[in-house]
């Protein structure tokens, strides 16, 4: 789930670098920022991420809304890299090619952000 000041929307996409979500009406426009929260299942419980976000994309006829994490707190960043790289290790284990996924540039991505 994606929280944008206070409206939820469902999470298609997400990132240590942003996100994707469905069920967009609009009231945001590109290039807009917006205080946004990050919701997802993780170990089977709801882990949340508070962060300042860049709207890269805003479809009301598509109902979708994409957006950038601008600003993140240094232990949100960490702890967001953390779960992602975790749940990356879950689907790779589930049965998917290395085509599919590469850890090498993932690896390179969080180092070059210093979460590695």
């Known amino acids: 789930m994606l929280v944008i000041d206070d409206v939820s929307y469902a999470i298609a996409d997400w990132s240590i670098d942003g996100f994707r979500a469905l069920g967009f009406r609009g009231g945001y426009s590109v ?11 993780h170990k089977g419980r709801p882990t949340g991420f508070d962060a300042k976000a860049k709207i890269l994309r805003a479809d009301p006829l598509n109902q979708e809304i994409a957006g950038q994490f601008s600003s993140m707190s240094e232990t949100g960043r960490k702890d967001l890299a953390r779960v992602y ?4 290790a879950i689907y790779q284990n589930s049965g998917s090619t290395a085509d599919e996924v ?15």
Request: proline share 0%.
């Open 31 to 41: 290039g807009d920022s917006a205080r946004v929260r990050l919701i997802v299942v």
């Open 85 to 88: 790289r975790e749940k990356l």
């Open 102 to 116: 590469d850890q090498a540039a993932i690896s390179r991505a969080l180092q070059s952000r210093g979460l590695e």
